[in-house]
């Protein structure tokens, strides 16, 4: 079957600690993307990649970091600058070309907790 | 920066009645497209509008986009407690590279 996978599920960190998170697509999609849901709000776009080995900053890029070495893959790391880290995280594809016209295909989330 | 705004934040229903939510934007959207995210999953795409004025259904759901492409809205009729979930809106602005921008969403709770 394709898709997003995202693991772990439930992710628990110590405050100070860097932590990536993973995001694997075998859809083809050249497009892939990070966002952030908070309890109540919307997503918000932390980072996105149109290529391999391009990726730019979304709207709540601080404290983050990511890599596009690999089509399928896209990792992000929450570091310890980021100020409030707990959230559910969820990595989308899609096709590529004017990419805000396709539709986003999302993983099932990774939700972290940090103590 | 330039935001998409959804209303209501919640809608509680009794099974059978009608829902809608809405989104509207100050600046013209380019296209703006629709996900249902049902409770601890994840969002899912229900559909695209990109012209004005345009109007689109699939079964019970009506979806419309305004004339000045600065708002839309998302019908159901007749819910159904299937139809449970968060509702959000997806714009895209001409100057923002492409990024979509979401709405808060609408937490959808439907009594049987």
């Known amino acids: 079957d394709g898709g997003i996978t995202q693991s772990p599920k439930y992710l628990f960190r110590k405050e100070g600690q860097n932590v990536t998170l993973s995001c694997e697509q075998n859809l083809n999609h050249d497009a892939m993307y990070w966002y952030r849901q908070d309890p109540g709000q919307g997503l918000r776009l932390i980072y996105y990649s149109q290529i391999v080995n391009d990726f730019q900053k979304g709207d709540i890029a601080e404290g983050y970091s990511v890599s596009r070495e690999k089509k399928e893959s896209f990792p992000l790391t929450v570091t310890s600058a980021q100020k409030n880290p707990t959230a559910f995280y969820l990595c989308a594809s899609s096709v590529g070309g004017t990419f805000h016209y396709n539709e986003q295909f999302f993983g099932p989330g990774t939700r972290l907790t940090v103590l | 920066g330039q935001q998409v705004m959804q209303i209501p934040q919640y809608q509680h229903v009794q099974e059978g009645e009608d829902f809608t939510t809405y989104c509207n934007s100050s600046?013209?959207?380019?296209?703006i497209q629709w996900y249902k995210q049902r409770p601890g999953g994840h969002p899912v795409f229900l559909i695209q509008l990109v012209k004005s004025g345009e109007v689109k259904k699939q079964k019970r759901l009506t979806f419309q986009f305004g004339e000045a492409k600065k708002n839309s809205s998302l019908h159901i009729t007749a819910t159904q407690t299937t139809d449970v979930g968060t509702y959000f809106c997806?714009?895209?602005?001409?100057?923002?590279?492409?990024?979509?921008?979401f709405g808060q969403g609408t937490e959808l709770s439907v009594k049987p």
């Open positions: 600046t013209t959207l380019s296209n």
């Open positions: 997806a714009g895209s602005f001409y100057n923002q590279g492409g990024k979509l921008i």
